[in-house]
């Protein structure tokens, strides 16, 4: 499962990037706007910083001005990824930057069918939101599940991109789905490697190595 952090936060990015732990990144004009700054500045930044594809989300409602921002946003680097909401127009404009060969996401994907559509259009990935689901009391991870079934059963090569992931049992269970990619906050990356059993097995380690008076170095 490859992981992408749904931030624009470089210092974040760059914490996470050095662990290891980061494949991608995901931007959405909310994400821009929170972190204050220039939106192709701030996209740069991170597109240097990570190897992976990172999402920038066009703003415009037409498929024609789509494609043009989607080509625009192409050329701040080599690893952007083109968000487009899944509208009939987002869909049109997918099909045709796919076919210039740019990488697309299409976001805002709350029915299998809707990702049926993404595939068509030769998306990238497919961004199904899990957490704005559950707001409504509906199932996000059931959702991930029916678009990887289908994606299996037709072999689609379109990759379910989890996202609006807001805890880590929401990300086990992805990763028990199949989902192909998952984007977090940094928050909820950093806390899938907590375990209360962890810490206190740790400090009981080092208490008793302490004992032995002994150090490796
Ligand atoms: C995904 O690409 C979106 O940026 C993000 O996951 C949305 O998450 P939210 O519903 O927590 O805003």
């Excluded at 980061?22 to 500045?41: C, E, L, M, Y």
Aim: with cysteine; proline share 4%.
């Amino acid at each position: 499962m490859k992981f992408f952090v749904d931030s624009a936060d470089l210092e974040q990015i760059t914490d996470l990037n050095n662990i290891g732990l980061v494949d991608g990144v995901t931007t959405n004009p909310s994400i821009i706007a929170k972190s204050g700054r220039d939106f192709k500045d701030v996209v740069a930044a991170i597109c240097a910083l990570v190897e992976g594809p990172v999402s920038a989300e066009v703003t415009a409602v037409e498929a024609d001005k789509m494609v043009n921002e989607g080509r625009e946003l192409c050329k701040i680097a080599e690893n952007i990824c083109i968000k487009l909401p899944l509208t009939l127009d987002g869909l049109k404009a997918c099909s045709v930057l796919s076919r210039e060969g740019a990488s697309t996401n299409m976001t805002l994907c709350f029915s299998p069918n809707q990702a049926l559509l993404a595939a068509k259009c030769g998306a990238t990935f497919v961004s199904p939101f899990i957490g704005r689901l559950d707001d409504i009391s509906l199932d996000g991870l059931e959702l991930i599940a029916d678009i990887c079934t289908i994606y299996d059963n037709y072999g689609f090569d379109t990759e379910v991109l989890a996202a609006s992931i807001r805890n880590v049992n929401h990300v086990k269970e992805c990763a028990l789905a199949g989902a192909d990619v998952m984007t977090a906050p940094p928050g909820v990356i950093r806390q899938l490697a907590a375990h209360p059993l962890t810490d206190k097995g740790l400090t009981a380690f080092l208490e008793d190595w302490k004992g032995t008076g002994q150090s490796i170095l």
